[in-house]
Every structure is written in structure tokens, then in C-alpha cells.
């Protein structure tokens, strides 16, 4: 089910100034700034072995990264792990009674992507992750 940890997300008021830290202090590289509106957010990648750290900066007041910032200030957000198939996964976690804050898969920056409810994983959110996925998307949610 599950491949590998594909990264940690860390919720940023400013992804520029985060950046100054995890490049100019840590010597990472980031490899992609992007915005994905769907998601009401700004991301950044800099890759650390086989995983990447993401930094996301919210794009509006009302997006879930700026209600968390609201809520709990920067820190880390949620963890990701990778899947073969993103649908199967749900299905099989659905079946288990896990909750879900995803019930199909959305775009991501890197593929299909959905979420677990963190009532459910012990406080902490879970995303899912299936790389290179571009079709079938459900982009309605």
C-alpha cells in the first residue's frame, strides 16, 4: 500500500523568507515554486534524500493553510506518503473505517492526492500521494 514517505509539509506565512532558512541555513535546494489554486496555496520543494520538505504559504485568507496558520502558527502541517494507486488505497482505508477528508483523489503538485481525516491518524494529517497521476481527476473538491 504504502511506498515511501514522499515528504513533510511545513505551513509558512512567507515562503521567501522560509526559503532564506532552509537554503542559506541548511544548504537545501529548492527544485519548484508553484501555485496550485484548486488548493488555495503557494508550494515549494527542496528535495532531502529520497523525500522533499514542501512549504506551503497560503494564497487566501479563507484556504485551509491560512486557517491553520490562524489556528497554530508556522510548523509543520501534515506528512505524505506515497501509493501506488490512489483509488485503491481509499477504497481499502474506506473498507478499514478510516476516516477520510478525501473521498476521490485531487490534483496535486505531483499527481493525485487525498487526505485523512486526522481524527483518525492520531492528530496527525495524512495526505497521499500518487506521483505522475494525471488522469481521472476530480478537481470539484
Do not use: W
Not at 514517505?5 to 511545513?10: E, P, S, T
Not at 532558512?21 to 541548511?26: K, P
Not at 535546494?29 to 488555495?40: D, M, N, R, S
Not at 476521490?104 to 495526505?127: D, M, Q, S, W, Y
Request: net charge negative.
Amino acid at each position: 500500500m504504502i511506498k515511501r514517505l514522499d515528504h513533510i509539509a511545513i505551513a509558512v506565512k512567507d515562503i521567501q523568507a522560509a526559503l532564506a532558512v532552509y537554503e542559506g541555513a541548511l544548504g537545501l535546494a529548492c527544485t519548484l515554486v508553484e501555485e496550485i489554486p484548486e488548493q488555495k496555496v503557494k508550494v515549494a520543494f527542496l528535495p532531502t534524500g529520497d523525500s522533499e520538505i514542501e512549504l506551503l504559504e497560503p494564497t487566501t485568507e479563507d484556504s485551509g493553510v491560512a486557517r491553520f496558520l490562524e489556528k497554530r502558527g508556522e510548523g509543520m502541517h501534515h506528512i505524505c506518503v506515497e501509493v501506488d494507486d490512489i483509488e485503491a488505497t481509499l477504497a481499502e482505508l474506506r473498507a478499514r473505517g478510516t476516516p477520510l477528508l478525501d473521498d476521490k483523489p485531487k490534483h496535486g503538485a505531483h499527481g493525485r492526492i487525498a487526505f485523512l481525516n486526522p481524527r483518525g491518524t492520531h492528530g496527525v494529517l495524512i495526505e497521499l500521494v500518487e506521483r505522475g497521476a494525471a488522469d481521472g481527476l476530480d478537481s470539484r473538491r
